[in-house]
């Protein structure tokens, strides 16, 4: 072919060309995706609200198995009877509060100290007994942890369900295993009367989690600071609700 | 066989072996550390890489007359990146599940020293059909190892495959556990991916003489 490649103005032009052709391209994959990729964002937070109840299609010992996607809208009405907005002492009930991003509320109550956070809350009734599922964020090792809490009346921890973004794997990401998320199951996050926490306690030695009454369960090896991420998440987003939790009683 | 020509079959099986990206040419070794410590996620990235140089190859083959020298590298790059980019996208929308496994390690793929060398080094001066089989085929390289590793990671570090526990449960002591037998973190952790990359360079080179180098 006679093109001169060399030349600086057919560079250019091609570099120009490229970057309209890729841009175009990316846009055109980015815009056709988008509603799928929505969706499963929507159901998974369906997906992980329920199993923090207790409600999931698990059969051995350690599956973490969801509800299927295709049921799991059906289910989540099912289930979840009210869902609230918790905003400075004011309750609402919002049936799209599952989908507030808590990262951005977290951000705005940074940036302005007299905006108070939206708090969703969502309510269920699991075997005859109300069940409140909160919803947590908070920092890992490398990137963002989050999960879903899911309390009776007296703070008492009924199931949890935890996620990350890019934390190690076989080591920080062993969070979503269920031998570390079961062992929350009858903690309270209370002691006695005040707020207390659930602590991730690499000396704890109770692998077993026997000891429901002492607010710690036992840390996952290699993943000391995952562990500790979890504990400060739960201790600050969990703390927040505990005046609707004073109101309840 | 019949499909391929010597000379092409050759493209494939080269990298598996005797020229394999990661154990001969020591490229790729940052991903290799960082996706091993399980088997899953080690054959979805090789799977993922496969695809981008398969792909990426034949794109940069279609445009080795028309690309500009001077920006030749600038233009790999985009075209890794915006394959990189819509592997991430499809997975998202149709692997939720895996892509949220994978997480950064699928953007990692960029950043893969294999790709940009296939690119610059073969599909800039082969034909198409050439340069798809030697992508496909370094990639078969690459992933061989990713997969022998992560193999031998998940094994001995967490007792699993798949995450299905192999060796019987380290809480209940069943299966060889309850012969004293622990797992060994450090396995799990990077410099373990070195180490094990190293025996299989070492077993590799003792098999075959000609590899190892003069000095």
């Known amino acids: 072919m006679a093109i001169n490649t060399d030349k600086n103005s057919y560079t250019v032009i091609f570099a120009i060309i490229m970057v309209i052709v890729v841009g175009s391209i990316l846009a055109g994959f980015a815009n056709g995706l988008k509603p799928t990729i929505k969706a499963n964002e929507r159901y998974e937070k369906q997906q992980n609200i329920l199993y923090a109840m207790g409600v999931n ?43 507030i991003d808590i990262d951005k509320e977290k951000t705005k109550a940074k940036k302005d100290d007299s905006y108070e956070r939206r708090l969703p809350l969502f309510i269920g009734e699991m075997e005859g007994k ?13 990137d963002a942890i989050w999960g879903y809490v899911a309390v009776d009346k007296g703070m008492t921890v009924q199931g949890v369900y935890f996620d990350h973004k890019g934390e190690t794997p ?41 000891d429901t009454s002492d607010n710690e369960v036992d840390a996952l090896a290699g ?11 739960l201790r600050q987003d969990i703390r927040m609700y505990v005046p609707y939790f004073k109101s309840l009683n | 066989m019949g499909l391929l020509s010597k000379k092409d079959s ?35 990235m090789a799977i993922s890489v ?53 997480s950064v390690f699928i953007g990692l793929i960029i950043t893969n020293c294999i790709i940009m ?19 496909i085929g370094n990639a078969a390289g690459y992933g061989v190892i990713l997969i022998i590793v992560g193999f031998f990671r998940e094994l001995l570090g967490s007792g699993t495959l798949f995450g299905f526990p192999v060796l019987g ?3 209940d002591k069943t299966g060889l556990y309850a012969i004293g037998y622990e797992n060994n973190g450090f396995m799990v952790l990077p410099p373990m991916a070195l180490i094990v990359v190293g025996i299989i360079i070492w077993v590799q080179r003792s098999r075959n003489k000609d590899l190892i180098e003069e000095n």
């Open chain 1, 57 to 99: 299609e698990n059969e051995g010992a350690n599956d973490v198995a969801f509800i299927p996607t295709d049921r799991v809208e059906d289910t989540f009405k099912e289930y979840i009877t009210r869902q609230l907005v918790i905003q400075g002492g004011e309750v609402t009930e919002d049936d799209e509060a599952y989908l």
């Open chain 1, 130 to 142: 109300e069940v409140y599922v909160i919803p947590v964020r908070g920092k890992g090792l490398w």
């Open chain 1, 170 to 210: 076989g080591l920080g990401a062993e969070i979503k295993q269920r031998y570390f998320m079961d062992d929350f199951t009858g903690e309270s996050f209370l002691d006695g009367e005040a707020f207390e926490g659930i602590d991730v306690a690499k000396g704890n030695n109770d692998p077993k989690n026997t």
């Open chain 1, 223 to 233: 993943a000391t600071i995952t562990g500790d991420g979890v504990s400060a998440m």
């Open chain 2, 10 to 44: 050759k493209l494939i099986m080269d990298p598996l072996a005797d020229n394999n990206p990661i154990t001969i040419q020591v490229l790729g070794i940052c991903s290799a550390l960082a996706i091993t410590a399980q088997l899953k996620p080690s054959i979805v």
């Open chain 2, 50 to 102: 496969m695809f981008v140089m398969g792909v990426g190859n034949i794109v940069i083959s279609l445009m080795r007359n028309i690309i500009p020298s001077k920006i030749r590298i600038i233009v790999q790059l985009i075209v890794v990146a915006t394959l990189v980019i819509i592997v991430d996208q499809v997975l998202k929308a149709f692997a939720y599940e895996l892509s949220k496994e994978l």
């Open chain 2, 117 to 135: 060398g296939r690119f610059e080094a073969f599909a800039l001066g082969n034909g198409v059909w050439r340069s798809f089989l030697d992508g």
């Open chain 2, 169 to 171: 449960s380290p809480v």
